[in-house]
């Protein structure tokens, strides 16, 4: 059994900063894609992020300069820094992660339980 918790969610001001955190837990063998995408009702889920294990990442063009996304492969965990946040970044974020797990060995993709950003004055 694989799990991803999130963290770091909340209420923040146009202009200012959230950092989110996820960390995985269970049988894993190791982990290969992680990555950060949102939500907003009615809307499909979009990527804001993705590091592989290597560390190349890709971000969303309308995060470009804004947000930072890093990982610890050792933790097993990845964040997202998130700076000069927009009313328009308002969503639930998720995280995600490819797990090769134990005892199967094979790709499996797996998502947290999603944390709410929401950016207002």
């Known amino acids: 059994q694989v799990q991803l918790v999130e963290s770091g969610g909340g209420l923040v001001q146009p202009g200012g900063s959230l950092r989110l955190s996820c960390a995985a837990s269970?049988?894993?063998?190791?982990?290969?894609?992680m990555g950060w995408y949102r939500q907003v009702p009615g809307t499909q889920r979009e990527l804001v992020a993705t590091?592989?294990?290597?560390?190349?990442?890709n971000y969303a063009d309308f995060v470009k300069g804004r947000f930072t996304i890093s990982r610890d492969n050792a933790k097993k965990e990845v964040s997202l820094q998130m700076n000069s946040l927009k009313p328009e970044d308002t969503a639930v974020y998720y995280c995600?992660?490819?797990?090769?797990?134990?005892?199967?060995?094979?790709?499996?993709?797996?998502w947290g339980q999603g944390t709410q950003v929401t950016v207002s004055s």
């Open positions: 590091i592989t294990r290597g560390g190349r990442i």
């Open positions: 995600n992660a490819e797990v090769v797990a134990n005892p199967i060995r094979r790709e499996v993709d797996y």
């Open positions: 269970g049988s894993i063998f190791t982990i290969n894609g």
